[in-house]
């Protein structure tokens, strides 16, 4: 146990460490995906209720239901202990940063709306980047800094 109370945790230099990753974050995504779309049910039904209780008001959560699932579920998971998403362990891949910090929350759902924002330009062109890329890293992984390492 340590008494430092920000630990590093550099990424690995070694390649097998990031072999294979590009294909586990597809299969991570759509089981992410999947679980946030099953959230998303009891969410409805709290802003029904919540709709309810405001007169209405509450109402106007739904048609950015899933922006807020979604991010309070890749927040909470990625900026975790475990610095991976249940699809990601799934897989056996989790998400680090370059200069050895932990993720935190703020950080985690930063490198969610930037995944989103660069999917909606370069949309099926995104995977291409980490083809060609050192550690097979996308451009949000880039702009922040992040890199998908193998865990398995």
């Known amino acids: ?48 209720f919540l709709g309810i209780v ?4 509450g109402f106007m959560l739904y048609p950015a239901l ?8 890749f927040g909470m998971t990625l900026g975790g202990p475990s610095q991976a998403s249940p699809g990601m362990r799934a897989m056996g891949i989790t998400l680090m940063r370059t200069d050895g910090r932990r993720l935190d929350f703020m950080t985690a759902m930063v490198h969610t709306v930037l995944f989103w924002l660069i999917n909606s330009i370069l949309t099926p062109l995104i995977l291409l980047v980490g083809l060609f890329t050192e550690r097979s890293r996308l451009v949000h992984d880039i702009l922040l800094g992040t890199v998908i390492v193998r865990t398995s």
């Not at 460490?17 to 597809?26: E, P, Q």
């Not at 405001?54 to 008001?57: F, S």
């Not at 899933?66 to 579920?73: K, R, S, T």
């Open 66 to 73: 899933f922006v807020i699932v979604a991010l309070l579920y």
């Open 54 to 57: 405001t007169l209405g008001l």
């Open 1 to 48: 146990m340590s008494l430092d109370p920000n630990p590093t945790y550099a990424a690995p230099e070694d390649w097998r460490a990031y072999s294979g990753v590009l294909s586990r974050r597809v299969f991570a995504f759509i089981l992410d995906y999947l679980i946030v779309l099953l959230l998303c049910i009891p969410a409805a039904v709290i802003v029904f």
